[in-house]
């Protein structure tokens, strides 16, 4: 999928307008509690556009000085995306931010389109000629605010985007990634996995611009391995930035089946564990919690009880993914990882017959009363499965305002008590039945 990529000075909408552009998807994806959101990538379309769109004003880079911040985000666009929105305010005109924004993306071939932002009616149309002085051809005005004028930057936006070559991997591939904060061991464990003598790498295939594939077989299953971590080594300039290898590890996430989460045995969870957790559960991946370097730690019969507990209490979010405990280094249950990735990907790829799932819905609302609200109460006609990957329920009822939270969540729990949707994410919609 093509990247677009929103830079500007601070304070021009750059996340008003990246929200807009996400649109409808934040409210299906359901809250986690304890996280942050700090969205910075996300999917998004537009008519039969498919694309991953990035508010570089979320990229903290540290303390550096403002210039210093704006300068870097704008790198970090012109060497992440294959279009950038250059975003400015109109109501403010020209000034020195923007045109230092501009002069980094002077450098770029790539193609840059202007966008003023906070034009709110056609009456202050006027205010974006000052901005072709910004030498980006035709400005764009539109409107965070109100939603205005999205529809024909994103035709612009769209019209530049490259051709695009499909990944050619076979129909059953499984594609799987390592993420984690850096010296975690992904390399390690890469490199662990495609040394098991009976692994079969077919090729290194496409190198895209921010990780490496390879594609191998083993037991005639086909896998692809996203690695982003050997690029990383290569080293570039705003690689300092941890933010930086975040929207890396996004991207592979989005291209990945199933993603491994690995973390660091020595030493425990960060915050930083969490939030790469949190992107996988919300792209609807497969995940598996791998912890690494379990050679290194001190350790009795209890220690893997309590470690377990403490990683369920880090990630209640992923209560579905299983738990692993490996040493890339004496390669300790290395071998088991693939067996668990081809369970949970067949479990994220898997479908429930109709019958069966609304007799555990019926059986649920039987138990548990569905919720009311001043008086009405929700009424569940019936629920059917939609898609896979991650597997997703529509649940067809009275009226929507009703349906809570927690009653979703019970719901989702009944339905994983039913099926063995272990290691994957389940989602529920709720409908009104027309
Ligand atoms: P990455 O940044 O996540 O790719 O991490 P690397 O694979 O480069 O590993 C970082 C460091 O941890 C290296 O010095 C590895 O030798 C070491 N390391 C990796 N896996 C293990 C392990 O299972 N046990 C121990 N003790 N060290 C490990």
């Known amino acids: ?80 995306a294959d279009v950038i929105i250059f975003l400015t305010n109109g109501r403010e005109g020209v000034t020195a931010a923007d045109e230092q924004v501009a002069k980094i993306l002077y450098k770029t071939k790539k193609p840059v389109v202007l966008a003023i932002n906070k034009i709110d009616n056609p009456d202050m149309r006027s205010m974006i000629y000052d901005f072709y002085s910004l030498g980006f051809g035709e400005p764009f005005p539109i409107s965070g605010s109100h939603g205005l004028g999205l529809g024909d930057l994103l035709d612009e936006v769209a019209k530049n985007f490259p051709e695009q070559d499909e990944e050619e991997y076979p129909e059953n591939v499984i594609k799987f990634s390592l993420i984690g904060r850096p010296n975690v061991g992904k390399s390690s464990l890469v490199n662990s996995f495609l040394g098991d003598e009976r692994v079969i790498v077919s090729e290194i295939a496409g190198t895209t611009r921010d990780a490496i594939d390879t594609q191998y ?108 405990f490996v040493s890339a280094k004496t390669n300790q249950r290395v071998h088991s990882i693939l067996p668990i990735i081809n369970r949970v990907s067949e479990n994220h790829a898997m479908r429930v017959t109709s019958s069966v799932l609304n007799e555990v819905i019926e059986d649920s609302v039987a138990r548990n009363p569905a919720p009311t609200d001043k008086g009405r109460r929700l009424r569940i006609y019936y629920a059917t499965q939609v898609a896979i990957k991650p597997p997703t329920f529509v649940v067809f009822v009275n009226e929507p305002e009703i349906m809570h939270f927690s009653y979703e969540r019970f719901l989702e729990n009944r339905i994983r008590e039913s099926f063995d949707f272990e290691g994957t994410p389940i989602r529920l919609i709720t409908r009104a039945r027309t």
């Open 1 to 80: 999928k093509p990247v677009v990529a929103i830079v500007g000075r601070p304070n021009v909408g750059k996340s008003t307008i990246f929200n807009r552009i996400v649109g409808e998807r934040i409210s299906i994806v359901e809250d986690i509690p304890g996280i942050t959101r700090d969205r910075l990538y996300s999917s998004a379309d537009w008519l039969t556009h498919e694309f991953n769109i990035i508010d570089t004003g979320g990229i903290e880079i540290g303390d550096e000085p403002f210039l210093e911040q704006i300068r870097q985000q704008a790198e970090i666009a012109i060497q992440e």
């Open 217 to 324: 077989e083993y037991d005639d299953q086909p896998y692809v391995i996203i690695d982003t971590a050997g690029m990383r080594k290569k080293g570039k300039v705003y690689e300092t930035t941890e933010k930086y290898s975040v929207l890396r590890a996004l991207r592979a996430i989005e291209r990945s089946d199933v993603v491994l989460v690995v973390l660091n045995a020595e030493e425990g969870i960060q915050e930083q564990d969490k939030k790469i957790a949190g992107y996988a559960h919300e792209a609807g991946k497969a995940v598996i919690i791998v912890v690494n370097k379990w050679d290194a730690v001190e350790k009795d019969e209890k220690t893997m009880n309590k470690t377990t507990k403490m990683i369920r209490e880090h990630f209640l979010f992923l209560d579905y993914a299983p738990i692993i």
